[in-house]
């Protein structure tokens, strides 16, 4: 019997394509391969339908077909109280979380991790779009070699010690190789439409359903100085840079969402995709998270995404010693976010990430993007 | 790797000697039994045979028998049938907070259709008392549905006195004694039941066929319309093969009821005995004193039973806890809940045994030797 064989690799499966072809690729390699369905989410309908359900099937046909065991786990509580509660207090003061990377920490590289070394897991196995490699003694997370699909930005607050235990079978692939492994392996997910948006929102109107959760006050779109443009429906419901949904008419330029007055409970408005005010060079990253070891002692400089498939641009962290880090750009940035991730890169090397606090234009914070 | 069966309540394997019956019917006798020509005559004379191997079993009449494709299908014809039969008498249900959901469902859905249903409340022990049956008791109740023995836990409840409580009330009194028949001698008349639900697959008969004893000049809604087959009272065209093969295995029941007895006894004794030589640290739920030889449901402290069950299948053992749900996570059991309230911690660390007669003593070791580590290194875990 090979050493993979004695090996056994717990492979989070949800039911679509990707965790579909790791578990393949896995079993392929002789590994001695779990599918865990994970259920983060009671989203009964009004029918007493389950729609976990539909996905769970998925994780069975092709377990069946892989011919491996597969389980579920139920992590609701765990995710309402970890996930879903950070994502309501973040929309409630305004910020825009990241619930994706959130679940990744506490979910399923915490919670879901301490479930399979539970059933004696020595790796756990997940279809994000990223790589592990061992370097000099240290395990480092690098980006997928699908530029286009690399999702280390929202794995950029996993914690460094857990590097060890993970694999990422599709990293070294392509979204067009994996689809092309499920068809020929002819995989009952292999034609399955990729999931979009929030998990646990799914193809429901996002302001619906932030809506039943948290009272919505509409309020005024003011310019900067101060002119009234309308009404908006709620702070919460607004991002900065986001141009849909304002409804301003009449000649110019179209108009952007460039700030937010909480207190006041104003929706700056401004026209042009790039109004003045959505411009920062600077940001204050909080909660951060380093994957490689890193000397803190003085400022270096690498790249930075601060949104999900941007292009990275360079900066120069300066790290405080409250762990916090202050982040220049060489170059102005467009729609900085409070609550959103910006995450640090050396060449392909993930360095680690923050959660972006405020930003700054010449020193001053500033406190209209939230 | 050798799996170890241990789910016997949930469902258990085909009975040798019914395979044999099962092969033998298959190949030879596929009439309907409601046609008029040899091949028919033929079909239906492997039905009645079947139905006077039931009618003697529980001590009834021929004609109170109405077989049914299984245990779900007997409790819904039960319940539906004589709510909607006499509602004219009454809309009031008594029926337990313990029951399987084949009865929980039926009263649930009941209850939106405009009747009021009693659930009654068990004790730590998981028994239902029938002073509280007796209190429950309206003049406009109808039905009173009581399982005979708890699927998830073992217990049996006490269906003769709850029987004769009913003597001299109106109610019809229904039991679910899905998993009572393979243990108990049943007689209906003793036990006072005026309706019986029995299941094929888990006395080692096929699955997909049960009966409902329904007492002679009670009425029932039909709940399927068609060929009126089952003296109308349940249409569709009988399944033969089926029907067959569970007369087989009520007929090897009869005969090794008692070594079955024993054998699941010594087994239980086994395995406890193991789980205490292992140095593990459990407590059984249930009243210890009145049970079935064949389930046990064991709490472990400091377990969590989504990992524990998946622990014990991927060194296979088969066992179970609880329901799941549709998305195959493991739903805390009502049953449990009933015992103990909402937050107790057995309500997430308890697993239920069912043995079997291919069972062997020399099993019960090596499961406890297997439960050993799981147990030890889900300590690490669960916090």
């Known amino acids: 019997m090979s050493d993979n064989a004695n090996t056994r690799v717990v492979v989070g499966m949800s039911g679509g394509v990707d965790s579909s072809v790791t578990a393949l690729l896995l079993k392929q390699q002789g590994y001695d391969v779990v599918g865990i369905f994970m259920k983060n989410w009671d989203d009964t309908d009004e029918f007493g339908v389950c729609t976990a359900t539909e996905d769970y099937e998925d994780v069975a046909r092709v377990c069946h077909q892989l011919d491996i065991p597969y389980y579920s786990v139920n992590f609701e509580s765990k995710y309402w109280d970890k996930v879903f509660q950070y994502f309501l207090d973040e929309y409630q003061s305004g910020r825009t979380p990241n619930p994706d990377v959130m679940c990744n920490k506490e979910i399923k590289f915490k919670a879901f991790l301490d479930h399979a070394v539970g059933l004696g897991a020595d790796y756990l196995a997940t279809g994000h779009y990223a790589r592990v490699r061992e370097r000099d003694g240290q395990v480092e997370m690098l980006r997928g070699i699908d530029n286009n699909k690399d999702q280390t930005y929202f794995l950029n607050q996993i914690s460094q ?8 079978p599709l990293g070294e692939l ?44 509409p309020g005024e779109m003011q310019t900067l100085s101060g002119e009234v443009k309308g009404q908006h429906d709620g702070l919460m419901y607004y991002t900065i840079g986001q141009r849909q949904g304002l409804g301003i008419g009449g000649a110019g330029d179209p108009w952007f969402v460039v700030g937010k007055n909480l207190k006041d409970n104003v929706l700056y408005v401004g026209q042009g995709f790039h109004h003045n005010a959505l411009y920062s060079d600077a940001l204050l990253a909080v909660e951060v998270n380093w994957l490689v070891e890193q000397d803190l002692s003085q400022p270096f400089s690498c790249t930075a995404k601060f949104r999900y498939r941007q292009q990275d641009s360079p900066v120069t962290v300066y790290p405080n010693e409250d762990g916090t880090v202050y982040v220049k750009f060489d170059q102005p940035e467009r729609a900085i976010t409070p609550g959103q991730a910006v995450v640090f890169y050396d060449g392909d090397v993930c360095l680690g990430g923050g959660t972006i606090e405020e930003a700054y234009r010449h020193e001053e914070a500033l406190a209209h993007l939230g | 790797m050798a799996s170890i069966y241990l789910d016997h309540a949930a469902t258990t394997p085909i009975h040798e000697e019914v395979q044999e019956r099962m092969m033998a019917v298959m190949n030879q006798h596929y009439g309907n039994p409601s046609s008029i020509h040899a091949f028919g005559r033929d079909g239906r004379k492997l039905v009645d045979q079947a139905r006077t191997t039931v009618a003697e079993a529980i001590n009834a009449p021929f004609s109170t028998i109405v077989f049914t494709s299984g245990g779900t299908e007997a409790n819904n014809l039960a319940i539906f049938g004589s709510a909607y039969a006499y509602q004219n008498q009454g809309k009031h249900i008594i029926t337990t907070a313990i029951e399987h959901h084949a009865v929980l469902h039926p009263c649930e859905q009941l209850e939106k259709d405009g009747f009021d249903v009693t659930y009654l409340p068990v004790d730590e022990l998981g028994k239902v008392k ?58 209906v008349q003793s036990l006072g039941v005026d309706l019986l639900t029995a299941s094929s697959h888990k006395i080692y008969g096929p699955k997909g066929v049960g009966f409902l004893y329904k007492k002679e000049d009670l009425h029932l809604q039909q709940q399927l319309h068609g060929g009126e087959q089952e003296r109308k009272w349940r249409s569709g065209t009988e399944n033969t093969l089926a029907i067959a093969g569970f007369d087989e295995a009520i007929k090897v029941l009869e005969r090794e009821r008692e070594e079955r007895d024993r054998h699941y006894e010594a087994l239980q004794n086994r395995l406890l005995m193991e ?74 660390n308890s697993i239920r045994f069912s043995f079997g007669i291919h069972n062997t003593e020399e099993e019960m070791a090596i499961v406890a030797e297997k439960i050993k580590p799981i147990i030890d290194r889900l300590k690490k875990v669960v916090t």
Do not use: W
């Not at chain 1, 010690?161 to 990422?168: A, G, R, S, T």
């Not at chain 1, 999931?195 to 929102?201: E, K, Q, V």
């Not at chain 2, 217990?155 to 709850?162: F, G, M, S």
């Open chain 1, 161 to 168: 010690d857990i590097l060890p235990k993970i694999m990422f």
């Open chain 1, 174 to 217: 392509t979204k067009q190789e994996v689809r092309d492994i499920a068809k020929e392996n002819d995989l009952a997910t292999a034609t399955k439409k990729d999931s979009t948006g929030i998990c646990f929102i799914g193809e429901r109107n996002f302001k619906e359903f932030l809506s039943e959760y948290l009272p919505a006050q």
């Open chain 2, 130 to 187: 029938v002073e509280d049956v007796k209190a429950a008791l309206r003049d406009d109740t109808i039905l009173v549905t009581i399982m005979s023995v708890n699927n998830e836990i073992g217990v049996t409840q006490p269906i003769q006195e709850i029987g004769a409580l009913l003597d001299d009330h109106q109610a019809i009194f229904h039991t679910d004694a899905v998993q009572s028949f393979g243990v108990y001698k049943l007689d």
């Open chain 2, 275 to 348: 789980l205490e030589q292992q140095g593990i640290t459990f407590t059984i739920n249930g009243d210890l004193n009145a049970r079935v030889p064949n389930i046990i449901n064991i709490s472990f402290p400091n377990t969590e039973v989504e990992m524990f069950l998946t622990n014990l299948d991927l060194a296979g053992v088969a066992v179970s806890s609880g329901s799941a749900c549709t998305a195959g996570s493991i739903d805390p059991s009502h049953v449990l809940k009933a015992m103990y309230g909402e937050e107790d911690p057995r309500l997430t």
